[in-house]
Each structure stands twice: as C-alpha cells, then as structure tokens.
C-alpha cells in the first residue's frame, strides 16, 4: 500500500491508464484481495483521487478507472450535484487523507439531468433536479447539458473549498460513455 499520495497530474494519468485497460477489459483488475482488505483496514486508506459520481448503477468508478479498495474516495449521489455533504467528504479527503485530485464525473444517458431536461419533479428529486436546472439553464441537449452540470459542480467545489491555480489539489470534470466505457475527460 502506498504512504505517499500522488501529486493530482499523477493522480490523473492513473486514472487515464486504468481506463485504457477497462475500455477493453472483462474483469476488474483492482487489488481486492484479503491482503489489502487488511492493510486498509490496519493502517488506513491513501485513495489517490476523489471521484464525485452518479448513483447510477452503470457507474461504477472503480470498475471504470480498473481501482482496487483503498484507491478511489467515492461520492455518489444522483445527478453527481454537489451540496454541505459532498463537499464535506471533499474536504475531509482531500484535508484528512492528502488526496489531491477530484474528479466530477457525468455520464451517458444519466437518469437526473433527462428528468431535468424533460419532467417537472417533485418531493425530493425536485431538490437534485433544481440544482441541474441551474447549472444547465436554457440547455436541451443532453449531451451538452450533462457537461454544463459537471463544469457547474467543478465551480462549486473550487469556489466552495478556495482552490485556486498553483494549490496541489486539483479539479477536473470528465464525461463517462457508458457504451463504450470510455472517459473523456475535460
């Protein structure tokens, strides 16, 4: 298990490569033996990067970034819209365990942006699909409308945490095909 964290364009680059082989992949490569269940469990996590998610059940960021256990810090949560819970899992990531990359990852086909796009919500899905409203405003693509609401919970992180250019936690966005399985990231 690694002591050290990975800088975030280290951070990037793993994710990059663990894609790759997960494009073309059977089977999730990421160490989940009972070895590293228990270092983990002895000595702590070091996860190399936060990936904020979708609850969708297609998304599954260590499958699709080939992570075994004690790699990914997850955050799911529909729509992968950002509020006080998120951000407090962020920042204690990022403070706690010296993670130094976050990554808000949209996706293909996603389930929150459509019913922002095309439905008038209520009861508590009104309460994620008004956060997409606002960061998709007048949008009618999906396609574009998903990267408007990723680029939006990029902001609010940067905003929220006070990440500015030159600090070693870093912020990106990334666009999930789930056909392919294919990341783009932004």
Known sequence: MQKQNLSAAEALEKLKEGNQRYVSADKNTGDISQYIRKVTCEEGQTPYAI???CSDSRVIPESIFMAGIGELFVIRVAGNVMDHHQ???IEYAAGHLGTNLVVVLGHEHCGAVGAAL???PDGYVKTITDVICDA??????EYRA?????????EIIKDSLGIKEGDDLKVCGAYYHIGSGAVDFM
């Open 87 to 89: 951000l407090g899992s």
């Open 146 to 154: 998903t990267c408007l609401n990723v680029e939006k919970g990029v």
């Open 136 to 141: 998709i405003g007048d949008e009618k693509d």
């Open 51 to 53: 990936v904020v998610a």
């Open 118 to 120: 095309s439905s008038e």
